[in-house]
């Protein structure tokens, strides 16, 4: 049975920072990249970053380009999301997902409980 258990959320204030984790078990990690995506109140579920199987190949959507790194140790079957001068607006419920390198949430087969991330103006 796959399943992404995801850490690390919580409360920061505007500028800070905030590190996810999201450990993978059940099958070989490194047969599917790992996307991360988020969901506000009221919205729908947006990409906001991922990474090929091997790590080398990473995209982000624009608005945290240049803030977020996404970052995978396969050895330890886990992903990573670093988050750094946060925003007000990336206030969401943060969910990591196993599947294609893809930007759409139907690319992805397992999914995280989700962990959420507040940020304080």
């Known amino acids: 049975q796959v399943q992404l258990v995801e850490s690390g959320g919580g409360l920061v204030q505007a500028g800070g920072s905030l590190s996810l984790s999201c450990v993978f078990l059940?099958?070989?990690?490194?047969?599917?990249?790992v996307g991360w995506f988020r969901q506000a109140p009221g919205k729908e579920r947006e990409f906001v970053a991922r990474?090929?199987?091997?790590?080398?190949?990473?995209d982000y959507t624009d608005s945290v380009k240049g803030r977020f790194t996404v970052s995978r140790d396969n050895a330890a079957n886990t992903a990573y999301l670093q988050m750094h001068s946060l925003k007000p607006e990336d206030t969401a419920v943060y969910y990591c997902?196993?599947?294609?390198?893809?930007?759409?949430?139907?690319?992805?087969?397992?999914w995280g409980q989700g962990t959420q991330v507040t940020v304080s103006s």
């Open positions: 997902a196993a599947g294609v390198f893809s930007t759409r949430t139907d690319g992805y087969d397992y």
């Open positions: 059940g099958r070989p990690f490194t047969k599917y990249a």
């Open positions: 990474i090929n199987r091997s790590g080398d190949i990473t």
